[in-house]
């Protein structure tokens, strides 16, 4: 009896929820931005976890619902995890990973590695997939320069969720040229994975966007770093070498140090940027990744100094600036590493190999009003996703030049390309910053932005991805695929 007269109460409950929504999607205007939730600045009181980093050649990857402490003395019960935490792998260039991914999961999931130049079906498509109870084994050569690269699931309409709920982790790959630098290593090297999260008042994940919400992503009220909810770190009197991502699933940070000390920023998505960059911020769009170094030896024993994100009409939706990390400068040290003056070689792909140039129109604002689906409303080329569908068709191995125009937009879309690492030509309406230099797979297209990349494609045939990776948008159609032939 009990039982039952719990379902019916919940079932009302659902069917309110229905009646509602639908409701709102018929008179939702979507020329007035809904404002993002702002971040509720924790106490710094917990250490940053330090992932143990792990080696990929013989690895299981289990996806499972795991039991966490997100909120201190709050257990939350519908955390989704690997291996019951934040992985983070490490290999060298030329290694061969063998990865299975074991789904102990009651849904559908896969493994995408984003950043990692691989054929088409080792890359985590949406089509190949491990159903709930089944395993799936990932096994490659890593063909690519020294790069922070990354990994989470890629399932059909699926990915905000379960990124959300905690499914992801760091993969560095490491090559010759990074070792001859000498960049801080050990317990100097943090990895930094970067979210933000809302949470029932019981201390479970509470991820349920709204229609508003799909629209601009999902935001949470509650910044963390490396799963843990407003971490410090003790540092002492040296350089640091953060190598950070953003696995939020909309949120934009501007990065930035509460003592105005610089970010010494010396790569980014695909690896090494040729020079180091010291710049007061810097933007981190979902996806992208950022490896900065901070010098710590400029300040004393006792200085606390907060990673932070600044507000600005980009960053954070425009909502005000709040502390992410603290750092407490608590011992003093003799440093022993120069900043070198050149990183890396970057050659530029030169615009005469292009073979082809396409167009990509991403949704004008007025294209996702009025519309009584909940889904499609995020397109490319107006077009939402079809997983079935091949959209564009490259002959493998060419070089083309894509422009993305966000000219009509009214949201900031960073677009992310599988497969391959591109470089930036040309930013209509903005500026290419230092840090959007080099090798990239991620690119911020903010509003009014029309946005030219050049890409080499692997030579390898298969079908690969292009999304955006505000997790919302994707999951909403903003996604397409396009086949090596
Ligand atoms: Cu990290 Cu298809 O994305
Ligand atoms: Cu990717
Ligand atoms: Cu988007």
């Known amino acids: 009896m009990f039982i039952k007269k719990t379902f019916v109460a919940l079932s009302s409950v659902a069917t309110a929820t229905i009646v509602i929504w639908s409701l709102g999607c018929a008179k939702m205007d979507m020329t007035t931005t809904t404002a993002p939730v702002n971040i509720i600045e924790g106490i710094f009181d917990t250490p940053l976890l330090i992932p143990t980093v792990l080696n990929p050649q013989n690895l299981v990857l289990e996806a499972k619902t795991t039991p966490a402490t997100w909120l201190q003395g709050k257990i939350s019960p519908n955390t989704q995890l690997f291996n019951g935490s934040l992985p983070v792998i490490r290999a060298n260039q030329g290694d ?15 493994i995408h590695w984003h950043g990692m130049l691989i054929p088409a079906l080792m890359d985590g498509h949406p089509k190949d997939i491990a159903a709930a109870g089944a395993q799936r084994n990932y096994n490659f050569a890593i063909n690519q320069r020294a790069a922070t690269t990354w990994f989470h699931p890629h399932p059909h309409m699926a990915t905000g969720k379960q990124v959300f709920n905690g499914l ?35 201390g479970s994940l509470h991820y349920a966007p709204t229609m508003a919400e799909v629209m601009t992503g999902y935001f949470g009220d509650k910044s963390l770093i490396n799963n843990v909810v407003a971490p410090f770190l003790n540092v002492k ?117 292009s073979k082809r140039n396409r167009a990509f129109a991403l949704p004008a604002a007025h294209a996702m009003t009025g519309g009584a689906m909940h889904t499609g409303m995020h397109t490319i080329n107006g077009k939402a996703y079809d997983m079935n569908r091949i959209d564009e068709t490259v002959t493998a191995g060419d070089t083309e030049i894509w422009e993305i125009d966000n000219s009509v937009g009214d949201e900031p879309h960073p677009m992310h390309l599988h497969g391959v690492q591109f470089q930036v030509l040309e930013k209509t309406g903005g500026t290419i910053q230092p840090y959007e230099k080099g090798w990239k797979d991620t690119i911020l297209i903010q509003k009014a932005e029309k946005v030219k990349i050049i890409v080499r494609f692997p030579t390898e045939k298969g079908v690969f991805l292009m999304h955006c990776h505000n997790l919302e948008h994707e999951d909403d159609g903003m996604m397409m695929n396009f086949e090596i032939k």
């Open 237 to 353: 009197t040296r350089f640091y070498r953060f190598r950070a991502v953003n696995a939020s699933n909309a949120r934009i940070y501007d990065l930035a140090l509460s003592n105005g000390a610089n970010l010494i920023i010396i790569g980014n998505d695909g690896g090494l940027l040729e020079k180091p960059v010291s710049l007061t911020h810097a933007l981190l769009s979902p996806g992208e990744r950022l490896d900065i170094l901070i010098d710590f030896s400029k300040m004393s024993v006792g200085t606390e100094a907060f990673l932070q994100s600044n507000a600005n009409s980009i960053a954070n939706h425009g909502a005000t600036t709040f502390k992410m990390l603290k750092f407490k400068v608590n011992a003093a040290e003799n440093e022993t590493f120069s900043l070198p003056t050149t990183l890396s070689t970057i050659t530029p792909i030169s615009i005469s190999d």
């Open 96 to 110: 061969r990973v063998n990865i299975d991914l074991k789904n102990s999961l009651t849904e559908a999931t896969n």
């Open 168 to 202: 992801a982790g760091m993969f560095i790959v490491n090559d010759a040229i990074e070792t001859a630098l000498n960049l801080p290593s050990g317990e100097r090297e943090v990895p930094l994975v970067i979210s933000d999260k809302r949470f029932n008042a019981d």
